[in-house]
């Protein structure tokens, strides 16, 4: 079974055991191959893919696998991030670790607790209960906050709201969770600095106090809006936290691609695109 057949879209019975377990070891271990699989039972078609989409796998690998703990990713809209960085992120974290807790905010509460209906439709079809078997607890069926029987789960608010009684990850070793702000600021109000500076502040004094521990990941995904949004505040060091950063241009050259990092970003670690795609194509480690 190669991997561009692999992906059938629709659990069958007439599947033997040892082509569930082939499937199961295959999206466990590969992210790109996890998010066709349930991009198609979500949407209904198949997923199309383009190099951005290696990039920010391999990079998300990274977050999974303990290398990085604060990731910021900037790039144009249309360009399936939260498909990528919200629903498929979570769903396989949840894969991963049954017992992982997630926080996810947004500028609008009623994106956010749409992609929470999304994750839990997702781990609670036959699809992935035939290979992670994990009922979702009945007293917890809202969109805001529910919980596997396993003690994994996910809360969705605004990120000008309230977050309380929950907290990202756990008091454990290895991958237990993440904190994961997707778009922050409504466009519209970016050039609010009372708006804009609210989301700031509220990053240092709300979004951090909700980690289960300091090491749990924090990924902030969104387009650039504006010199001073929250990319740039944490950036230039504003929670004091040295951040990995991945711009995926909407245009790809050379001359874009070796412009020299901004001095003014002394808290952030660039990812190198050119080196990510070479040890992608070379099978080798990319050094986070």
């Not at 069958?12 to 999206?27: D, V």
């Not at 999304?118 to 035939?130: C, D, L, R």
């Not at 290895?174 to 502040?201: C, L, M, Q």
């Amino acid at each position: 079974m190669s991997s561009e057949e692999l992906i059938p879209y629709e659990f069958t019975e007439r599947w033997s055991t040892n082509e569930k377990r082939m499937l199961k070891y295959m999206l466990a271990n590969d992210g790109m191959q996890f998010m066709r699989y349930f991009f198609m039972l979500r949407e209904g078609s198949k997923m199309i893919r383009n190099w951005h989409h290696y990039v920010i796998e391999h990079v998300l690998q990274g977050v999974y696998d303990g290398l990085i703990d604060r990731l910021i990713v900037n790039l144009a809209p249309g360009y399936t991030k939260t498909e990528q960085v919200v629903l498929n992120f979570i769903s396989r974290g949840i894969a991963l670790n049954p017992r992982s807790k997630y926080i996810h905010t947004s500028y609008s509460g009623d994106l956010a607790q749409e992609n929470s209906s999304k994750i839990k439709q997702t781990v609670e079809s036959q699809e992935f209960q035939e290979l992670w078997p994990m009922r979702t607890r009945m007293d917890t069926k809202g969109k805001k906050r529910w919980f596997t029987e396993l003690g994994g789960g996910m809360m969705a608010a605004p990120s000008g709201g309230q977050i309380t009684g929950f907290r990202a990850g756990r008091m454990e070793s290895g991958f237990t969770g993440a904190f994961i702000n997707d778009d922050p600021v409504k466009p519209g109000d970016a050039y609010s600095n009372v708006k804009r500076n609210g989301i700031n502040n509220r990053f240092n004094n709300t979004m951090r106090s909700r980690l289960a521990v300091e090491t749990v990941p924090m990924i902030n995904i969104m387009q650039r809006i504006h010199e001073d949004d929250l990319s740039g505040f944490l950036l230039k060091g504003g929670s004091g936290d040295v951040w990995h950063h991945l711009t995926i241009p909407t245009l790809l050259s050379e001359e874009i691609l070796n412009q020299p990092y901004p001095q003014e970003y002394t808290h952030g670690i660039r990812i190198d695109i050119n080196g990510v795609l070479k040890a992608l194509h070379n099978g080798q480690p990319y050094a986070f």
